[in-house]
């Protein structure tokens, strides 16, 4: 009597030790982690007026090589609404609206919270790559003036985008130029702004470059992402867009009344440039990642990755047994796509792991 088949999870490789789901996956970073418990010591100050949120705003001004307004929150989506409040704010009129692509986390991801907290309107517009383009912003001037259409305020880009494209520093700056053409402001959602800059250059001046060289009015500075336990950072790199931002951030609920925890955890990443050496680590080992999958039977690899994301798209019997053994999340179901990404902490081996995996199933 033949021997029943053992189960095909039963015969995978051991699972990569971190997840490849996705970078919010990844834990603190041990150098946050320290400066936290560094920050705990003793009494300070509340609401911003201590030392480490002074040398936070001070490193971020070293960064732009600016004298930026810093804005400290908790998370990507109140750093969206704290920018995005802020600069409508700054104009006249509650009529505003914000134009974004239709991958946009502030339009996808983020249950209305725009639409809900800031009463305005989004002009989501379609997009292959998840970019804006100029010529898309400048299609919306016909409603400008017209008494029965919200007012185009501000354009809102990513940086890398939901898809892991990047806009190049020129294609940044002929979004900037057109939108100022049009009075409107700009805001970047960079939630992964260390692995746009690391894939850009990889240095401070790449960052300059992509950003208050660019035009930019202000940007969600990520930090979650990228080690941090849970901080994000507005940066407001024209002062006029600034005006009145420390107290719409309290009435949007992102004032920290112990603001000592949020800046110490920036001050770590900040320091030597630890957020940038990560997002370049995190993106090195998603290209290694999608080298070692490439070709294989039943993987659609798609591009060789911009940053720390990969699109795949898998033959449908691969997709469930991978999840099983080493979770990640579905993409497009209607072409059987994929996400696997890397965060800060992902190792080699984890990604050697990983593709062992995927060679188990497809061989």
């Given at each position: 009597m033949?021997?029943?088949?053992?189960?095909l999870l039963d015969t995978m490789p051991p699972p990569p030790q971190r997840s490849f789901a996705s970078d919010n996956a990844a834990g603190a970073h041990p150098a946050v982690m320290d400066a936290v418990v560094a920050a705990n010591d003793g009494?300070?100050?509340?609401?911003g007026s201590d030392a480490a949120t002074a040398r936070c705003e001070e490193l971020f001004r070293e960064l732009f090589d600016a004298d930026v307004t810093i804005r400290l929150a908790f998370n990507g989506t109140g750093a969206n609404i704290v920018a995005l409040a802020t600069m409508m704010a700054s104009r006249p009129g509650p009529h505003q609206a914000v134009i974004c692509s239709e991958w946009a986390h502030i339009n996808v991801d983020e249950t209305g919270a725009p639409e809900r907290i800031l009463a305005t309107k989004l002009i989501d517009l379609p997009s292959a790559d998840a970019k804006l383009s100029p010529e898309q912003?400048?299609?919306q001037a016909h409603v400008q003036g017209v008494v029965h259409h919200a007012q185009p305020g501000i354009v809102s880009i990513t940086q890398p985008t939901e898809l892991g494209t990047l806009y190049s520093v020129k294609e940044i700056r002929a979004v900037c130029d057109t939108a100022h053409d049009m009075g409107l402001l700009v805001h970047v959602d960079g939630a992964r702004i260390a692995n746009a800059t690391a894939a850009l250059g990889g240095t401070r001046e790449?960052?300059?470059a992509m950003t208050i060289e660019a035009g930019v009015d202000a940007i969600s500075f990520g930090g979650t992402k990228i080690g941090a336990l849970g901080a994000e950072a507005v940066v407001f790199l024209n002062p006029t867009a600034a005006t009145g931002s420390e107290f719409i951030r309290k009435q949007v609920t992102q004032l920290a009344s112990k603001m000592r925890y949020l800046a110490a955890q920036f001050n770590a990443l900040l320091a030597d440039d630890l957020w940038l050496q990560l997002g370049v680590q995190a993106n090195g080992l998603a290209r290694t990642l999608h080298a070692q999958v490439a070709g294989l039977p039943g993987v659609d690899a798609g591009p060789t990755p911009a940053v720390n994301s990969i699109f795949p798209c898998l033959a449908p019997e691969l997709i469930k047994p991978l999840q099983q053994w080493s979770f990640f999340w579905d993409w497009d179901p209607?072409?059987?796509q994929v996400r696997w990404m890397t965060g800060w902490d992902t190792t080699p081996d984890d990604v050697a792991a990983f593709a062992a995996g995927v060679r188990h199933l497809t061989g």
């Amino acid at each position: 009597m033949t021997a029943p088949a053992p189960d095909l999870l039963d015969t995978m490789p051991p699972p990569p030790q971190r997840s490849f789901a996705s970078d919010n996956a990844a834990g603190a970073h041990p150098a946050v982690m320290d400066a936290v418990v560094a920050a705990n010591d003793g009494h300070a100050l509340a609401y911003g007026s201590d030392a480490a949120t002074a040398r936070c705003e001070e490193l971020f001004r070293e960064l732009f090589d600016a004298d930026v307004t810093i804005r400290l929150a908790f998370n990507g989506t109140g750093a969206n609404i704290v920018a995005l409040a802020t600069m409508m704010a700054s104009r006249p009129g509650p009529h505003q609206a914000v134009i974004c692509s239709e991958w946009a986390h502030i339009n996808v991801d983020e249950t209305g919270a725009p639409e809900r907290i800031l009463a305005t309107k989004l002009i989501d517009l379609p997009s292959a790559d998840a970019k804006l383009s100029p010529e898309q912003i400048r299609e919306q001037a016909h409603v400008q003036g017209v008494v029965h259409h919200a007012q185009p305020g501000i354009v809102s880009i990513t940086q890398p985008t939901e898809l892991g494209t990047l806009y190049s520093v020129k294609e940044i700056r002929a979004v900037c130029d057109t939108a100022h053409d049009m009075g409107l402001l700009v805001h970047v959602d960079g939630a992964r702004i260390a692995n746009a800059t690391a894939a850009l250059g990889g240095t401070r001046e790449a960052l300059r470059a992509m950003t208050i060289e660019a035009g930019v009015d202000a940007i969600s500075f990520g930090g979650t992402k990228i080690g941090a336990l849970g901080a994000e950072a507005v940066v407001f790199l024209n002062p006029t867009a600034a005006t009145g931002s420390e107290f719409i951030r309290k009435q949007v609920t992102q004032l920290a009344s112990k603001m000592r925890y949020l800046a110490a955890q920036f001050n770590a990443l900040l320091a030597d440039d630890l957020w940038l050496q990560l997002g370049v680590q995190a993106n090195g080992l998603a290209r290694t990642l999608h080298a070692q999958v490439a070709g294989l039977p039943g993987v659609d690899a798609g591009p060789t990755p911009a940053v720390n994301s990969i699109f795949p798209c898998l033959a449908p019997e691969l997709i469930k047994p991978l999840q099983q053994w080493s979770f990640f999340w579905d993409w497009d179901p209607s072409i059987n796509q994929v996400r696997w990404m890397t965060g800060w902490d992902t190792t080699p081996d984890d990604v050697a792991a990983f593709a062992a995996g995927v060679r188990h199933l497809t061989g």
